[in-house]
């Protein structure tokens, strides 16, 4: 496309892909997920289906982008006119309506959890893990405040988008990024120099092999989609804002390594603080608005802990959110002929709209329990990382191996890299392994819920 928007630097481009992958999923997820299921042992799985499944399918989505200069839908078409590939596009805006639903509740529950903290409404919550409780549980569970709060989280969104690919997203993201490692940093070696906060440590890193359940695999699988935010063509939407000098092996090395290590950070700095002060690690969904305040009281200059904890999750959320919503806009300027501005409200006002029933469904508002045993928010949480977004990376690694082809992947691969030494027997190998270990997960989790008995897990 002729006047299509590019981003404006090799770095810009690094810092907003790897700024959609760090979000609440390495900050909020990873860490609970983790504490709740043998610490070290799920961190060894995740890692695992990151290296593998995670990097080939991060750079499929890349190459797609860059060759098609479009986004999802517009690029299968592109790709495999007159099929049913486009669909795999149209799942993968579907997700984005899915998680940015939920994913803009959570955001706006951080934005208040900032202000709470600023205003020292945590120090009321010292040492008090079950005060801190309640206050996070009428707090989500009531109808106007939690609204509110996720209707700024979204228009701030919107405001980013509206702006452009080089002057909002690119731009914010240069900001935003640095600022998220540095406090993270800062965080972490608080933690460490903590007293009894190395227990924290190993608890994240020393791998205990007995805890390492069948479940537990799943959850790293179905999380490293979503940490790498793959498998909805948010990664074929940044990478069709690429030229051809970019070089996609070495920027999703870079994407990859910055998401895994400020999840690490994340949980250093979480578990080392949590343990320094005796809380209980495997809190669950909790661990980050419902531990953490009670613990930051305890701490020297606890406010400024906790704010900025909460202001670096907010970065974190915002410019993940930015490029789910991004997926949604790209595909009404690409296949219908939308204005950015025109794409971008109305779609983050729908989107917005079904949050409001993710969030209004915690407290019963909005009762869905007759139709299923979750509510409306978990369905979509569920809904999106264990299905949609495994099965759309699937489908796109079976679309290279069998529509478009590894040759033809291969060499779109090569522009921008200098040697041109990648054995098409390691991408195929790689490709089919992802598609099958994704496949028989899926499959495991369909068996699961039709008899009730998983073959694993
Ligand atoms: N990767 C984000 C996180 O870890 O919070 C979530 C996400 C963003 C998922 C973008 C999917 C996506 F397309």
Request: with cysteine; proline share 3%.
């Amino acid at each position: 496309m002729k006047n299509r928007e590019h981003w404006g630097s090799k770095l810009g481009f690094i810092l907003a892909a790897s700024g959609s992958a760090v979000g609440i999923g390495n900050i909020w997820k990873y860490p609970h997920m983790a504490g709740q299921n043998g610490g070290a042992a799920f961190t060894l799985i995740y890692l695992l289906c990151i290296l593998v499944v995670g990097l080939s399918i991060v750079i499929t989505e890349f190459v797609i982008g860059r060759k098609t200069q479009l986004s999802p839908v517009g690029a299968f078409e592109t790709l495999a006119p007159n099929t049913a590939w486009k669909w795999v596009g149209f799942l993968g805006v579907a997700s984005a309506f899915v998680i940015l639903s939920f994913y803009g509740v959570v955001g706006g529950w951080i934005l208040k959890y900032i202000i709470v903290s600023l205003t020292g409404g945590f120090n009321v919550l010292k040492g008090d893990p079950e005060a801190a409780g309640s206050l996070f549980n009428n707090f989500i569970t009531g109808t106007w405040s939690p609204v509110l709060y996720q209707i700024i989280f979204m228009a701030v969104c919107i405001w980013v988008i509206v702006h452009g690919v080089k002057g909002g997203i690119e731009k914010w993201a240069k900001v935003m990024m640095p600022l998220i490692i540095i406090l993270l940093a800062v965080l972490a070696v608080r933690g460490i120099t903590l007293k009894g906060g190395l227990e924290g440590i190993s608890f994240l890193f020393n791998p205990r092999f007995e805890d390492l359940t069948a479940s537990a695999i799943v959850l790293a699988l179905g999380h490293a989609f979503f940490t790498l935010s793959l498998g909805m063509g948010t990664m074929v939407t940044y990478g069709s804002y690429l030229d051809r000098e970019q070089n996609l092996l070495n920027s999703a090395l870079w994407v990859i390594a910055l998401d895994t290590a400020i999840a690490m950070l994340a949980g250093v700095a979480i578990f080392t603080t949590v343990f320094a002060l005796g809380a209980n690690p495997a809190e669950g969904p909790g661990l980050i608005f419902v531990v953490l305040p009670s613990v930051f009281p305890q701490l020297a200059a606890g406010t400024l802990w906790g704010s900025l904890f909460f202001i670096l999750l907010f970065m974190a959320a915002l410019t993940s959110a930015i490029s789910i919503l991004e997926v949604v806009t790209a595909y009404f300027i690409d296949q219908k002929g939308w204005s950015r501005t025109k794409a971008t409200i109305q779609f983050g006002v729908v989107i917005t709209v079904v949050g409001v029933f993710c969030s209004l469904s915690l407290g019963g508002s909005i009762n869905l329990t007759a139709f299923m045993d979750i509510t409306f928010f978990d369905f979509m949480d569920y809904l999106s990382s264990k299905y949609m977004l495994p099965i759309g990376g699937m489908l796109t690694a079976l679309f290279v191996l069998f529509h478009w082809g590894v040759p033809n992947f291969i060499d779109e691969l090569y522009m921008g890299i200098s040697s041109k030494k990648i054995d098409s027997r390691i991408a195929v190998i790689l490709l089919l392994v992802s598609a099958m270990v994704v496949g028989f997960i899926i499959l495991n989790e369909i068996i699961a819920k039709i008899t009730g008995t998983a073959v694993i897990g």
